[in-house]
């Protein structure tokens, strides 16, 4: 069972954002963090938390980077010219998504990566730089799935890192074995309903502080896309009522597993940039679960690795979602694919 992190009771105070709507988790995290972000200063509260172990899912509160971070020195608050503002920027799509689910009926965020720049892809460009320096807050995960935006995103004082507000179950990364590596985090949080729901009630904190106007239109929203995600697991549950093994190219998507009942039973590469190794495919042929598996690919690139794998079903999915107008929608058409490759 998951060890869930205290949280020490000086947290609790925090005042509701969206009253009777948004759950004790976002009171602890995203209220906190829209707070701190403002003009707070949250340095001097402790943090009593009890130890873990990497293959736990863990719930806090943490600090935000750039605010009160006690590993290196403060930055200044937000300058008071990008106080006063009212757009919010997100990093990239998947966020973009989620984004888009609670600003329904109200002004849209900014997206500042393209669909398919995810995971160390991408760059900014000199009017993205712009907007993340005009918008009021910018939200990304962080360096772990991020590293290319740190020299932009992650300097600018009005940056939150969601990675930093340990408030959403966590995996960590798997060996080609499918083996968990200790210290290390799965950066691909979204593809959890779960974390999926805590991320738009976040994202309902902080456009609410920044057009308060709309505070009532995104509690809404907030509350409608819970229930449809907990429709759309429930939905795909239907054809998936025991627990099922498959392989992936690279470990990619540990945390769309659990609504699926799909256990990982290897991986071609520890990494989708490095090809596989010849011993990976004999390992994957001798440790095989049963006699047809299905394997989860990234591209039309990697269907080459198949004929080595027989007899073996495939699917091409994209963790972030590229091709979907909506997260319900995308996160479905991922869910069903992958479920249809297993059967």
Avoid at 28 to 38: G, K, N
Avoid at 146 to 168: H, M, Q, Y
Avoid at 198 to 217: E, F, M, W
Wanted: with cysteine; charged share 20%.
């Amino acid at each position: 069972m998951p060890t869930v992190k205290h949280i020490s009771a000086s947290f609790l105070p925090f005042k509701r954002l969206f009253v009777g709507s948004l759950a004790v988790s976002l009171i602890m995290t995203a209220a906190p963090l829209a707070s701190a972000a403002d003009h707070h200063d949250h340095s001097d509260h402790e943090h009593h938390d009890h130890a873990h172990d990497d293959h736990q899912h863990s719930q806090a509160y943490t600090e935000p980077q750039g605010y009160a971070d006690k590993s290196r020195p403060r930055m200044k608050v937000i300058p008071e010219h990008i106080r006063n503002k009212t757009e919010i920027a997100v990093s990239n799509y998947p966020l973009f998504l989620l984004s888009e689910a609670v600003t329904k009926g109200a002004p849209s965020g900014k997206l500042l990566l393209q669909p398919g720049d995810v995971g160390h892809h991408g760059s900014l460009s000199p009017s993205d730089m712009k907007t993340v320096k005009d918008s009021r807050y910018v939200v990304w995960f962080g360096d772990q799935l991020e590293s290319n935006l740190v020299n932009s995103v992650g300097k600018s004082p009005n940056n939150i890192s969601l990675f930093r507000f340990k408030a959403f179950d966590r995996l960590p990364l798997r060996d080609v074995k499918g083996e968990p590596i200790a210290g290390s985090l799965d950066p691909h949080i979204w593809l959890d309903p779960a974390n999926a729901k805590a991320i738009t009630r976040a994202l309902g904190s902080l456009y609410s502080r920044a057009n308060p106007q709309y505070k009532a239109v995104y509690a809404a929203n907030v509350k409608q896309f819970a229930k449809q995600m907990d429709d759309a697991v429930a939905q795909v549950q239907k054809n998936s009522q025991k627990t099922r093994p498959y392989w992936a190219y690279h470990d990619a998507f540990g945390y769309i597993e659990s609504a699926l009942n799909l256990q990982l039973a290897g991986a071609l590469t520890h990494d989708h940039h490095l090809p596989p190794k010849a011993s990976q495919f004999h390992w994957l042929n001798k440790n095989r679960p049963q006699p047809t598996m299905c394997i989860v690919l990234q591209s039309d690139s990697n269907k080459g690795a198949t004929a080595k794998l027989k007899p073996v079903n495939s699917t091409v999915q994209q963790e972030d979602m590229s091709n979907a107008k909506d997260f319900i929608s995308g996160w479905m058409a991922v869910a069903n694919d992958i479920n249809n490759c297993v059967k």
